[in-house]
């Protein structure tokens, strides 16, 4: 995975505690709290560069019964899956005409927000679609605007050795990602799936 724009990917998992247990106790690097989000989801974060992150995402421990995860298909989920990736493009709303044009609409852009630990917000734009599938090897987009990077925070790191995907049907997935004007390596599978290989203390680690 060459494109520059990276900004995270997306690992979902169901229980959010045990997956960052689970997580740390592979790589041996242990996630910080990344802070909640609206609709009962949490993360946790590990940075893979000056503006490049892992997310960790699960149900909030904290939130109520009355406040189900929507995200990523949170509510189904039964094991850990790398389901998702973001690019931040330098102009955002440009990168979505261009993949308009070039017959791959990214979807509305809305903005979103979480809160920190510390108690502070932060606040961005990304493009949504409504999918059913579980797994997306196409991008979002995403801008954080005037906030601070995640990555930027002191984040504990991994270095990013390879990132591909795999789908059924690799050339219409090729198709969307030069929409985008993303590079990304797409090999023929049996059904989607996002690949990433990680170098750690403990060794190679690599999430699917």
């Known amino acids: 995975m060459s494109d520059p724009c990276l900004d995270h990917l997306v690992y979902a998992v169901p229980d959010l505690l045990a997956g960052v247990e689970d997580f740390a106790a592979r790589t041996g690097v242990t996630p910080v709290p990344g802070g909640s989000h609206p609709g009962g989801s949490a993360n946790y974060l590990v940075g893979l560069g000056a503006t490049a992150y892992l997310e960790i995402i699960g149900p909030d421990p904290a939130a109520g019964p009355g406040a189900p995860p929507r995200l990523f298909g949170l509510e189904t989920l039964t094991e850990p899956r790398l389901v998702t990736w973001a690019v931040h493009p330098e102009d955002l709303d440009g990168r979505v005409r261009q993949a308009r044009e070039h017959g791959y609409d990214p979807g509305d852009v809305r903005p979103l927000s979480r809160v920190k630990p510390d108690g502070s917000r932060l606040d961005w734009r990304l493009t949504s679609r409504e999918e059913a599938a579980a797994v997306r090897p196409v991008p979002f987009l995403i801008d954080w605007g005037r906030t601070p990077h995640p990555a930027a925070s002191g984040l504990p790191r991994l270095r990013l050795t390879s990132f591909a995907a795999s789908h059924p049907e690799p050339d219409s997935v090729r198709h969307d990602l030069?929409?985008?004007?993303?590079?990304?390596?797409?090999?023929?599978?049996?059904?989607?799936?996002l690949h990433a290989e990680f170098e750690t203390p403990r060794g190679t680690v690599t999430l699917v």
């Open 178 to 193: 030069a929409a985008l004007g993303v590079d990304l390596t797409v090999t023929t599978g049996p059904e989607p799936a």
